[in-house]
């Protein structure tokens, strides 16, 4: 077994029944555990739904921790749509020529700076900071805010020890609450600005509902693309031939990419509150109580894909969940993808092979599901090409 496999806890569960219940701060969890029960759910806002108390659909919840509604994460059909119209175009921004020539800036620096040979620990001082300061460009917020951002540590609402800091999470709030004011007093291009001057459905956006696009946009893409940076590259480092093929093939590297997602699945799963009395694989699921929607099972269902513990950097075949499903797929998926895509071109183009020197791995403990979804550290020590 090599240092970046990460093991499906789930296989034996997903085959003999299809879920799995798990506790949560004394609201348990009936876990979806196959592809198309996950696809099913997350399709049907009528029974399971995303729009109950602020919190509650995140697994751990974070009701203790917070009262702003994420949006448009935690709003359902038909309002969703509106929210999503609005913000699609802002989050498909990543796929333009100008954003993608700043976002390889930002990654082929950062690369540079860590090319003298020496050991670079990965998760606080590459994936954290290329996260942030790829977020600037997101926000169309300065440069030198990622600073800041970089300083709050690796996940916005956690703190080591600590599963949910409210504490924590409050820096985050007061934050917004901050910058939201400075944009009312003093409009710019900025999304803070964006949000406060945008209507939806012909009503005006109010501050409440911008902080809750912004705690999502914080929160909701930074331990995931964090995971979803280091395990590339602590892949890659453990599969130099792999390194080698993206390199000399590189009409692979989108294919490779939504490889990564589904075997990686940065996000375990997110949950959805039950509306009326219903089965969910002929198990009986009440109303107001919580399913969750388990992306990293799913992902490896292996009645949909081949030999689903491998990476297949070529796969055909790949309708993974990674990002989710339906209505609610993710709204930062373009600027993940382009994360991924262009610190690929950069390591192929810089790198001969990584070293993987230590790795401490980060695991999620479900009942009795421990799974791994990235590192608490990770040192490697990029060869350059």
């Avoid at 919190?55 to 921790?65: A, C, D, L, Q």
Wanted: glycine letters at 4%; a negative charge.
């Amino acid at each position: 077994m090599k240092q970046s496999d990460i093991k499906d806890p789930f296989v034996q569960a997903r085959q003999q029944k299809g879920y799995a219940q798990v506790s949560d701060q004394d609201d348990p969890v009936t876990m979806m555990l196959r592809l198309k029960d996950v696809r099913k759910c997350a399709h049907n806002a009528k029974t399971f739904s995303s729009e109950d108390i602020p919190g509650r659909i995140v697994v751990p919840s974070e009701v203790n921790i917070r009262t702003t509604r994420q949006i448009p994460f935690e709003v359902d059909p038909p309002k969703h749509k509106g929210f999503r119209s609005l913000l699609d175009p802002w989050f498909k921004r990543p796929l333009e020529a100008e954003y993608k020539q700043k976002l390889h800036a930002i990654v082929d620096d950062l690369l540079s700076a860590n090319l003298a040979g020496k050991p670079v620990e990965i998760i606080k001082n590459f994936s954290l900071i290329l996260q942030s300061r790829a977020l600037t460009l997101l926000l169309n917020t300065p440069f030198t805010d990622a600073e800041l951002w970089i300083s709050w540590g690796t996940h916005v609402f956690r703190s080591e020890g600590e599963a949910l800091d409210g504490n924590k999470a409050q820096v985050l709030y007061d934050y917004l609450d901050k910058k939201l004011d400075q944009a009312l007093a003093n409009p710019t291009d900025d999304l803070f600005s964006v949000l406060l001057n945008a209507e939806v459905d012909g009503k005006k956006m109010s501050k409440e509902e911008a902080k809750g696009v912004l705690i999502l946009t914080f929160a909701g893409g930074r331990d995931t693309v964090i995971n979803a940076v280091s395990n590339t590259i602590a892949y890659l480092a453990d599969h130099p031939e792999s390194l080698q093929r993206l390199r000399e093939e590189p009409d692979i590297r989108g294919r490779a990419i939504e490889e990564f997602i589904r075997y990686f699945s940065p996000l375990t799963h997110m949950g959805r509150v039950v509306k009326e009395d219903t089965q969910v694989c002929e198990h009986a699921a009440k109303a107001d109580t919580r399913i969750s929607l388990c992306w990293a099972s799913a992902n490896r269902d292996e009645t949909v894909f081949e030999n689903p513990n491998e990476i297949v950097l070529d796969r055909k075949l790949n309708p993974h969940v990674g990002f989710g499903f339906s209505h609610h797929n993710c709204l930062g998926a373009t600027h993940a993808r382009q994360i991924l895509s262009i610190l690929i071109d950069v390591l192929c183009e810089k790198v001969s092979t990584i070293d993987l020197l230590d790795a401490e791995d980060n695991i999620e403990h479900w009942d009795d599901f421990d799974r791994k979804v990235g590192y608490e550290s990770l040192t490697v020590k990029f060869n350059k090409a």
